[in-house]
């Protein structure tokens, strides 16, 4: 990496894309590619730099798209090969970067390698997966119970770290490893500039398979599983990507609670190019642990130029706004903290309108590990049906749809989508905000207050986590470039900080 000449996507801010719940174009009452590409002019207005799909292709949809029985093709229920070649192609045409979501962890049980693999205990594909004669105690995720799930006709247990319907692939079979690099030649070839790699922390086992306490206590082994091989394995992802040209992206889900652990996935610059850190996602609106969370960021991020990212939900998780209580005012100052620090950050869909997650009752939730609520489908238009003409979405709105509704948002001076937008604005038009250097400055507990710096571009961000004001000495002499409550833009700043607002500030003669 050259650092005079950062590679795109340390500048760039990327937006998740929950395909099933962001827009139906057929009326089938679930999001599909065709509905993404009739919003991508909507992405390119809120001024976010690239989309990540999550899972589009061929599944049976046990666990909504992560369960794949075919990598290279798309799901007819969210279209075509040439749909998505076209999606490709068109948000190019705008600028806007394209990751796939890469599933590497395990299969669908109908995926046609797994069907071999259990013929037979002899079949050349037994060993793409990992069968044995005992169970040990390893639970799965998503309250699947046990790991291990009995195949009756061949008398082995079969290994799933998620639901039975998800075997996991042994990646110590070279081809599996061969195959696995395929697909993601397969996507390359066609133009996708990366991939979000799903749980990639998980694809290494244990090879004694030794029963683990923290299973016994009831966690599931995905929560910490962290094997050295699994650096391996990403070293080999690397390298295929490596082997295109355009700085091509991996950003790994390295789905562990620990700074330290997850940053050792970056490798010495020749694993991951950018790690999520979920330790913010868990955070409730508060300080101390965001300074925490920064701070071990700077403590463990690897030298080699690694790069951080910033993840404050996505679709496994509560949303910003109802993780901090409801507060519009804390999800508004959330935004300019996600959109000033130094790293990568990640809009999950919605954010950009306020969105609370879905209240759904529980029979008419469809997840099996009950993450439905920040899945709920986005509100387009303020009257129902909320721009999801045709059939009823699968999941319920969220709360507020019609006043919350993405048009009424774009032309309103004062909404949070104007917030993002603005704010996605400054950082475009700052080196400072998107690849200076950060330095906290000393301020009072219950605020933040911190500078990027790239050269001669400067730019001070002061946050106040709490429903009372507060001075902000280190803010007087500068002037407001966005506050989360709008208030006082284009003036100098006042030296207080209203409750729960944010600034982003720049030098007076700016
Ligand atoms: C992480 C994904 O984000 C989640 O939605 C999925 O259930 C698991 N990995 C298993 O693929």
């Known amino acids: 990496m050259n650092p005079q000449n950062p590679p795109w996507w340390q500048g760039a801010v990327i937006y998740q894309i929950y395909p099933r719940s962001f827009a139906d ?25 690239g989309l990540w799909l999550s899972p589009v292709f061929r599944s049976p949809m046990a666990d909504a798209g992560y369960d794949i029985s075919d990598y290279c093709d798309i799901d007819p229920l969210f279209g075509s090969l040439d749909e ?12 806007l970067k394209v990751l796939l979501d890469f599933v590497p962890n395990h299969t669908s049980d109908q995926h046609p390698w797994f069907l071999e693999s259990r013929a037979s205990p002899d079949n050349p594909k037994r060993d ?95 929560d910490f599983n962290d094997q050295p091989y699994s650096h391996e394995i990403l070293r080999g992802l690397r390298r295929v990507v490596d082997g295109y040209p355009g700085e091509r992206v991996l950003v790994g889900e390295v789905n562990i609670r620990s700074t330290e652990r997850v940053l050792s996935y970056y490798g010495a610059g020749d694993e991951l190019h950018l790690a999520f850190n979920f330790t ?12 925490t969370c920064i701070h071990d960021v700077q403590q463990w991020l690897p030298p080699a130029g690694a790069w951080p990212t910033w ?52 029979a008419a939730r469809s997840d099996p590990g009950g993450r439905d609520g920040c899945r709920a489908p986005i509100p387009w238009q303020a009257a129902p049906p909320h721009g999801w003409e045709g059939a009823a979405p699968w999941l319920p709105f969220p709360p507020e749809a019609d006043s ?24 475009k038009a700052s080196a400072a905000l998107r690849l200076g250097g950060f330095e906290e400055l000393a301020a009072h507990p219950e605020l933040m207050v911190y500078r990027r710096q790239c050269e001669g571009d400067v730019r001070l961000i002061c946050i106040n986590f709490v429903e009372r004001a507060h001075a902000c000495p280190h803010g007087l002499g500068w002037s407001v470039q966005v506050a989360s409550d709008g208030a006082g833009e284009g003036q100098p700043f006042d030296g207080t900080l209203r409750p729960l607002q944010a600034v982003l500030l720049r030098p007076h003669e700016d």
């Open 25 to 49: 174009a057929n009326g089938d009452g679930i999001g599909d590619l065709q509905g993404v590409r009739a919003r991508l002019d909507y992405l390119a207005e809120l001024g976010v730099d």
């Open 84 to 95: 998505m070649q076209q999606l490709i192609d068109e948000a190019h045409a705008r600028g």
């Open 128 to 222: 793409w997966y990992i069968w044995r004669d005992e169970p040990n105690n390893w639970r799965a995720a998503l309250g699947a119970g046990s790991a291990w799930s009995w195949d009756e006709p061949t008398q082995q247990y079969y290994l799933h770290l998620f639901l039975p319907q998800q075997p996991d692939l042994n990646w110590r079979n070279p081809a599996v490893v061969e195959a696995m690099h395929g697909v993601l030649r397969f996507w390359l070839d066609r133009g996708v500039d990366g991939f979000r790699i799903d749980v990639i922390h998980c694809t290494a086992k244990d090879e004694t398979f030794a029963d683990d306490p923290r299973c016994l206590a009831g966690l599931p082994l995905s």
């Open 280 to 291: 913010p996602l868990d955070a409730p609106w508060d300080p101390i642990l965001f300074r």
């Open 311 to 362: 993840v404050l939900s996505n679709h496994d998780n509560p949303r910003q706004r109802s993780r901090y209580r409801g507060s519009l005012g804390a999800a508004h100052a959330s935004a300019v903290l996600l959109l000033t620090l130094r790293g990568t950050p990640f809009i999950y869909q919605g954010e950009e309108l306020g969105l609370l997650d879905a209240q759904i009752d529980a």
């Open 404 to 427: 919350r509704a993405a048009e009424l948002q774009r032309t309103a001076a004062d909404s949070t989508f104007a917030l993002y937008r603005r704010l996605l604005a400054a950082r």
